[in-house]
Structure formats: structure tokens, C-alpha cells
């Protein structure tokens, strides 16, 4: 009787674990593997740690202000937003996620703060 109740037990242990196979085919790749390759997640990457932009965001976490990520999914990734973020970057603003208002970056250029808005953006779907 005794091995009867350690046979159930060890089919149920493997039949809880599954070895989801199907599952596995049908899921999308994650998506750190497609970023890597997005020459636009590679450029606005290597210029956000080349800035001082991590002084106050972090990818995931809030710090002074927004995470990343919050900000990839408050905002669509669409040309205006594209360009209304670019905007904020240089000019700088306050309101939207607080009263602490962020420093404006007026000597970067438009390409590198789109460039930085586009890898953010990008962080939606990580």
C-alpha cells in the first residue's frame, strides 16, 4: 500500500512540473534578446550612461525621478511623444510626475536626447 501512495505522489510531483514544451514554442522570445540587437536601444544606452541621467532615474526603480520603465509605460512610443520627451529632456519640466521639478540639459543635442528617449521607450515591453 505503502508504494502505491509514493507512486501517486511521485506522478503527481510530475505532472505539476510539466515540462511545457508547447508553451515554450507559442511564447514570444523575451524581449532583452530583441532589444539587444535595436541599434536604438545600443545608442541610447551608451549615451545615457555617458550623461548624468542616472544621477536621478534608474531602469526600474524610482529614484529622484521616474523609473525608466514608468515612464515607457505612461507614454506610447509614437513620433510626438518621441519629440515631446526630447523636448522635456533639454528644456526641462516639472509637474508631470511630481513637484521636483527636472534639470533641463540644454547642451545636449536633440539627436542624443531623441536617441535616449527612444531606448527609454523601449523599456515598455521588458
Known amino acids: 500500500m505503502k508504494k502505491y501512495y509514493v507512486a501517486i505522489a ?6 505539476a512540473c510539466g515540462d511545457n514544451k508547447t508553451e515554450s514554442k507559442d511564447a514570444k522570445p523575451a524581449a532583452t534578446e530583441d532589444l539587444s540587437a535595436n541599434p536604438d536601444y545600443q545608442k541610447g544606452i551608451e549615451l ?8 536621478c532615474h534608474k531602469v526600474s526603480e524610482k529614484l529622484t ?8 509605460a505612461k507614454y506610447e512610443n509614437t513620433d510626438a511623444n518621441v519629440s515631446l520627451l526630447t523636448e ?4 526641462g519640466g516639472t509637474g508631470v510626475w511630481g ?3 527636472m534639470t533641463p540639459h540644454a547642451a545636449l543635442s536633440e539627436a542624443d536626447a531623441k536617441q ?9 515591453n521588458k
Not at 10 to 15: E, K, Q, S, V, Y
Not at 65 to 72: E, L, Q
Not at 117 to 124: A, E, G, M, N, P
Open 116 to 124: 535616449m528617449v527612444k531606448y527609454i521607450l523601449l523599456l515598455r
Open 48 to 55: 545615457i550612461a555617458k550623461s548624468d541621467c542616472l544621477t
Open 88 to 91: 522635456k529632456i533639454i528644456k
Open 10 to 15: 511521485f506522478l503527481a510531483i510530475l505532472g
Open 99 to 101: 513637484a521636483i521639478p
Open 65 to 72: 525621478g521616474p523609473a525608466y520603465k514608468d515612464v515607457a
